[in-house]
Nanobody, 126 residues
Framework: QVQLVESGGGSVQAGGSLRLACVAS????????MGWFRQAPGKEREAVAV???????YYTDSVKGRFTISQDNGENTAYLQMNTLKPEDTAMYYC????????????????????WGQGTQVTVSS
């Protein structure tokens, strides 16, 4: 069983930055992928960024060049550095992990991940 705890959400003005952290209860070498999803009110949950074993990454188009996902295996933690935030980035952000996952190059879905954190709210005002 993998437990994930997110932190780092908050409220910022457009153009600002936030860094989300996700601490896993197991060594991050034990999971093949960790990622961040977000869900805004009335919208489906979408993959924002995912990092796979070997440091392959996926980013949704709307965050490319602004967000960076990284992983610190020594701290069992995944990070999402979010720069140049926009009001449309406002959502609940969830950390996700899975033990076995395959990098396909396609957009990951919620069904690809079996372990989830409780979520952290990110609000960007204009």
């Amino acid at each position: 069983q993998v437990q994930l705890v997110e932190s780092g959400g908050g409220s910022v003005q457009a153009g600002g930055s936030l860094r989300l952290a996700c601490v896993a209860s197991v060594h991050t070498y034990s999971v093949n992928c960790m990622g961040w999803f977000r869900q805004a009110p009335g919208k489906e949950r979408e993959a924002v960024a995912v990092i796979y074993i070997g440091d392959m990454t996926y980013y949704t188009d709307s965050v490319k060049g602004r967000f960076t996902i990284s992983q610190d295996n020594g701290e069992n933690t995944a990070y999402l550095q979010m720069n140049t935030l926009k009001p449309e980035d406002t959502a609940m952000y969830y950390c996700a992990a899975e033990v076995v996952c395959v990098y396909s190059g396609n957009a990951p879905t919620s069904d690809d991940f079996g372990y989830w954190g409780q979520g952290t709210q990110v609000t960007v005002s204009s």
